[in-house]
Nanobody, 117 residues
């Protein structure tokens, strides 16, 4: 079993920045570590993909965040980061990190990001 803990959410003004972190841990040795990444879910909307990064640091982004968000990971710490710049009010949502292990998705509990003046 893998546990994911997100941090770094909060209130930010439009145009501002936030950096989210997500640390993964397990009670034993983890085999088959795969991509890590982020989804988000705004009120009354479906969860949507934001970004992901492979162990080899290949990245993919939703079109809506390209050029503004940057995903990175520290494999030694099994931690993924999401640097979010030029945030927009419509990006207010709960941000969930995930990790794929042996083809199975594990999710964090989510961290709230509110973009408002």
């Amino acid at each position: 079993q893998v546990q994911l803990v997100e941090s770094g959410g909060g209130l930010v003004q439009p145009g501002g920045s936030l950096r989210l972190s997500c640390a993964a841990s397990a009670s034993g040795i983890i085999f088959g570590i795969g991509p890590m990444g982020w989804y988000r879910q705004a009120p009354e909307k479906q969860r949507e993909f934001v970004a992901r990064i492979t162990v080899g640091e290949n990245t993919a982004y939703a079109d809506s965040v390209k050029g503004r968000f940057t995903i990175s990971r520290d494999n030694a710490k099994n931690t993924v980061y999401l640097q979010m710049n030029s945030l927009k009010p419509e990006e207010t949502a709960v941000y969930y990190c995930f990790q794929v292990v042996s083809g199975r998705y594990f999710w964090g509990q989510g961290t709230q990001v509110t973009v408002s003046s």
